[in-house]
């Protein structure tokens, strides 16, 4: 799984096809992160299938929806994302929120391992899952999840959350990497994002010329973390994939340790039940 992808969250589908065009054929990204819920699944398959790159050269993730859960609708739900990417197989297929209800969450854990082994998903996890959620999946299921995705950046480092993935052999992927959109959040709530213009970031990257973001991306990178910024400007997208010529000190990395607030910027797993 490469370790840095393209995330595509609240871009529409015309400007996500043009963006992770752009990704895949000028800035070298070779993972794409998108959802049923996003809405733009079309465009990514639309981007996939006119960029000069093979298909098995990348790494594309889908997720299934809240209403799909269940045995027969989370069947159907990935024939349908794999209409809609067209394509014959994604590289991972993640159950976006573990919603509240072990039965129902075990069984969706089991349809997903059928889809495992239809090969229509090469790889399947979670997002959002807190460790009694993945301990309802390591119980009631015969897979380990591959991957839990969950909100992470410097604010919200997810300490607990990493160490149950990391004992259980679960890599850890950080959603809103960059503590989140100006305007993020299901929750509805305006937060704006204070990290992009913290202090500390941008003072940590004055001594390598990079950005605050890109201190963030080598950040997830050096604790060992899958990260998938988003951003629909071409500028952007190149800046966050040019991250490979520096490298943060311990030093660095206490002083963003510092910046650890526990704040939020989308929905707790416990907000959808
Ligand atoms: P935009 O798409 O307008 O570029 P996340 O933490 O969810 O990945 O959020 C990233 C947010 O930060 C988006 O709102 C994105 O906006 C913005 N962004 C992404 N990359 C950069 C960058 N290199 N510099 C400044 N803002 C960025």
């Excluded at 998938?228 to 952007?236: C, D, L, N, Y």
């Excluded at 520096?246 to 660095?252: H, P, R, S, V």
């Amino acid at each position: 799984m490469p370790q840095l992808g393209l995330g595509v969250w609240q871009a529409s589908d015309e400007e996500t096809e043009r963006v992770v065009r752009f990704a895949i054929d000028e800035a070298g990204y070779r993972h794409i992160d998108t959802a049923r819920a996003y809405g733009n699944e079309e465009g990514v398959g639309r981007a996939i299938a006119s960029a000069s790159v093979p298909r098995e050269d990348l790494f594309v993730t889908t997720k299934l929806w809240n209403s799909d859960h269940g045995r027969s609708r989370t069947l159907t739900a990935v024939d349908a994302s794999l209409s809609r990417l067209g394509l014959d197989y994604l590289d991972l297929f993640l159950i976006h929120w573990p919603l509240g209800d072990r039965d129902r969450l075990v069984e969706t854990w089991l349809a997903m391992e059928e889809i495992l082994e239809s090969g229509k998903a090469q790889a399947i996890g979670v997002c959002n899952h807190e460790p009694h959620h993945l301990d309802w999946i390591l119980e009631g299921g015969s897979v380990v999840p591959a991957v839990n995705q969950i909100e992470l950046h410097p604010r919200l480092p997810q300490w607990v959350s990493r160490a149950f993935d990391d004992s259980h052999g679960i890599v850890t992927e950080s959603w809103s990497p960059l503590g989140g959109t100006s305007n993020s959040g299901w929750g509805g709530d305006s937060k704006p994002n204070t990290l992009l213009t913290d202090e500390t970031l941008v003072s940590i990257g004055e001594q390598y010329g990079k950005t605050p973001a890109q201190v963030m991306i080598r950040w997830h990178l050096q604790n060992g973390l899958v990260v998938i910024p988003k951003s629909t400007h071409e500028e952007r997208i190149r800046q966050n994939i040019d991250v490979l010529d520096f490298e943060l000190t311990g030093a660095d990395i206490e002083r963003i340790a510092q910046l650890e607030t526990g704040e939020r910027v989308g929905y707790h797993p416990d907000d959808f039940v």
